[in-house]
């Protein structure tokens, strides 16, 4: 089960990131997680929102480069060790993970992380048959 990111390619120049979120702002596209990692010349956003269809429309308008890459949203508890325990899972399948993200919600006692893995059903076969929850799309665009 894997959910739709947005990874938009932004320019490191004052102003550049509030006006791509603007723009999606202005489209009432809601963020629900970002990342961003940056060089001295550009970084990448890297976005869940609760349309992507719409999000990669509203960017495409405005000429702003990005993709769309499917990744994992695992839902764990709120406390001490829970990301250990998942990282484990992965680790123990030997599923290497090109990065991760996560964040907290409005349900007390709940996070979730965002994992860009080598293969995903692979990591979801894993997390599966640890007990370990993934979400769906609808799940995160309704936050």
Known sequence: MTIDQLSIFVENSPGRLAEITGTLADAGIDLRAMSIADTKDFGILRVIVNDPGRAGEVLRSAGCVFSV???LA???DDKPG???RILGV???ENI???YIYAFITRKKDNAYVIFRVEDNDRAVAAFTAHGVKTAGANELYEL
């Open 96 to 98: 290497s993970i090109e």
């Open 74 to 76: 695992v839902s764990i």
């Open 90 to 92: 992965l680790a123990g």
């Open 82 to 84: 829970s990301l250990s």
């Open 69 to 71: 890459t499917k990744v």
